[in-house]
């Protein structure tokens, strides 16, 4: 089971793209080192209070699957500097 998971988000601290991206780095490091999760900004990347960041997790599971996606979800809410405007999640 292959799960992908498409996060735009807004940063509202963030007045330069080095702020921002020292934002978005903590998040894909954290989300990387912790979960079975590839992580990437997909979108946004000339944006300095914008982001859209894609999560993707392979399991034989899907219950497990959609477990590490909650956990990555969990993990972007716990940063109070960065608001998640937009989920989606894509099964494959």
């Given at each position: 089971?292959?799960?992908?998971?498409?996060?735009?988000?807004?940063?509202?601290?963030?007045?330069?793209?080095?702020?921002?991206?020292?934002?978005?780095?903590?998040?894909?490091?954290?989300?990387?080192?912790?979960?079975?999760?590839?992580?990437?900004?997909?979108?946004?990347?000339?944006?300095?209070q914008r982001?859209?960041?894609?999560?993707?997790?392979?399991?034989?599971?899907?219950?497990?699957?959609?477990?590490?996606?909650?956990?990555?979800?969990?993990?972007?809410?716990?940063?109070?500097?960065?608001?998640?405007?937009?989920?989606?999640?894509?099964?494959?």
């Open positions: 089971m292959i799960a992908s998971l498409e996060v735009e988000c807004f940063i509202y601290e963030a007045h330069s793209l080095k702020e921002k991206r020292s934002v978005i780095k903590r998040i894909i490091t954290r989300a990387h080192n912790e979960y079975n999760v590839a992580v990437s900004e997909l979108d946004y990347q000339n944006l300095w982001t859209l960041l894609g999560f993707v997790t392979i399991s034989s599971d899907k219950v497990q699957a959609e477990k590490e996606l909650n956990r990555v979800i969990a993990l972007i809410d716990s940063f109070p500097e960065i608001e998640r405007t937009t989920t989606d999640v894509i099964w494959l």
